[in-house]
């Protein structure tokens, strides 16, 4: 199984910062195929990144995503205040898929 | 629109069986895997397991193999989650997620409550 580990657990960032979130996998990742997905209470996951560096349909450009092998980030430009959530890197490169523990971003 | 529509929210006592639905729509269901995800309060996401509608094909995280079952209904694109008996530690939300091999899990379902308590 492939054991992701998110950094920071909180970024306090105030409207217009940059935030970077990292996710390091126990092993490399195969194809790159890393998601990244953002969560707010109440609601399903959304699908922002796949893999590693590919936006999803209908993502702001704010929201990018880069690394390869077992080192990969989320790099948001600009926040903005629906940006305030939490967000899961995911490694989808075997069958067992596996979830990091979430960089919650929240303000500062 | 591609939508994956969850059945509602459950509340049932230990030992109680129970079987949660995804339908999809907009789609060829029959052609992306489907994912089942649990999350319980306050925590993160955790693989249950992946069924491929086309020919059932499935394979279990090995944290839950053998406590539930995975299947599904091709001629009504519905995907289930099944228990035969219920623990408290089984008290989460479910999602579905549709899972385009190359593409993560890009359409979730809105997600089923299950509450277990005696």
């Known amino acids: 199984e492939i054991v992701l580990t998110q950094s920071p657990g909180t970024l306090s960032l105030s409207l217009g910062d940059r935030a970077t979130l990292s996710c390091r996998a126990s092993?490399?990742?195969?194809?790159?195929?890393l998601a990244w997905y953002q969560q707010k209470p109440g609601q399903a996951p959304r699908l922002l990144i796949y893999?590693?560096?590919s936006r999803a349909a209908g993502i702001p450009d704010r929201f990018s995503g880069g690394g390869s092998g077992t080192d990969f980030t989320l790099t948001i430009s600009r926040l903005e205040p629906e940006d305030f959530a939490l967000y899961y890197c995911?490694?989808?490169?075997?069958?067992?898929?596996?979830f990091g523990p979430g960089t919650k971003v929240d303000i500062k | 629109e591609v939508q994956l529509v969850q059945s509602g929210g459950e509340v049932k006592k230990p030992g109680e069986s129970l079987n949660i639905s995804c339908k999809g729509s907009g789609y060829s269901f029959g052609s992306y895997l489907i994912g089942w995800v649990r999350q319980r309060p306050g925590k993160g996401l955790e693989l249950i397991g992946i069924?491929?509608?086309?020919?059932?094909?499935?394979t279990y995280n090995p944290s839950f193999q053998g406590r539930v079952t995975i299947s599904v209904d091709k001629s009504i694109s519905t995907a289930y989650l099944q228990w035969t008996s219920l623990k408290a530690s089984d008290t989460a939300m479910y999602y579905c997620?549709?899972?385009?091999?190359?593409?993560?899990?890009?359409?979730w379902g809105q997600g089923t409550t299950v509450t277990v308590s005696s």
């Open positions: 092993q490399s990742v195969t194809n790159d195929y």
């Open positions: 997620a549709r899972h385009p091999l190359a593409y993560g899990m890009d359409v």
């Open positions: 069924i491929y509608p086309g020919d059932s094909d499935t």
């Open positions: 893999a590693a560096s």
């Open positions: 995911q490694q989808y490169g075997n069958s067992l898929l596996t």
